[in-house]
């Protein structure tokens, strides 16, 4: 199957470059390209892209608003979205999380792991290394104005095994190292996840590690 990816950069050298990867991987074709967030939105409808590599700080509407627009598009609802940041840890990061992106990477990041990351994200599964995840929790929790009732929704509708695996995401752990820690199959694993998902409201992986950091399932550095 082959990707199809959406660039998203108010730099036309980066946007090149990325192309020129992009372009050598057999898996993996450039349907478009963007250098504000109000173009990426226009070609996310009429490109249909399965994955938009998103820059953040850009000119006329910036990628987190592109990012909330595109994943709360019922009729866009497949596609994913991967941050691209010159910071990782930039507080910015987090709220594009919470606007529905599927993960995020440094603009330094080698391209055989970006290729890799966009292989992940197209998948359905999110990009949050531990240190990534740390950083995101971190900021997130940080920032005064976080309304905790944004991912507080469907906590009570939790199975005890929803709200046990819930909390491993939060932790970092992928759906092989859950289903070895809870003596279970790696598709067992994946269908709590994804009933997880359903009950709390979280677009992927990367909004459940959020919820189970906003309602105490797993904290900062624990």
Excluded: C, W
């Excluded at 450039?30 to 850009?58: N, Q, Y």
């Excluded at 292989?119 to 995840?133: C, D, H, K, Y």
């Excluded at 507080?152 to 909390?167: C, F």
């Amino acid at each position: 199957m082959t990707i199809r990816v959406l660039l998203v950069d108010d730099q036309a050298l980066l946007r090149g470059t990325f192309k020129l990867l992009l372009e050598s991987a057999p898996d993996m074709e450039v349907v478009g390209e963007a250098s504000t967030g109000a173009e990426a939105v226009h070609h996310a409808l009429s490109e249909r892209a399965d994955v938009v590599l998103m820059d953040i700080r850009m000119p006329d509407m910036d990628g987190i608003e592109a990012t909330r627009r595109i994943t709360g598009n019922e009729d866009l609802a497949g596609v994913k979205i991967l941050v691209l940041t010159t910071f990782e840890t930039d507080e910015l990061v987090v709220e594009a999380i919470r606007a529905g992106a599927s993960g995020f990477l440094g603009k330094g990041v080698d391209p055989a792991d970006l290729l890799d990351a966009i292989r992940t994200v197209a998948s359905g599964e999110a990009l949050l290394s531990p240190v990534a995840t740390t950083a995101l929790i971190t900021q997130f929790l940080a920032r005064p104005h976080v309304n905790s009732n944004s991912f507080a929704s469907g906590l009570n509708e939790l199975t005890a095994r929803e709200l046990e695996i819930t909390a491993l995401v939060g932790s970092g752990l992928s759906n092989t190292e859950i289903a070895e820690r809870l003596f279970i199959s790696p598709a067992t694993a994946k269908t709590h996840l994804h009933r997880a998902m359903m009950k709390t409201n979280s677009r992927d992986r990367a909004q459940l590690v959020v919820f189970a950091y906003q309602n105490g399932l797993v904290t900062a550095g624990g």
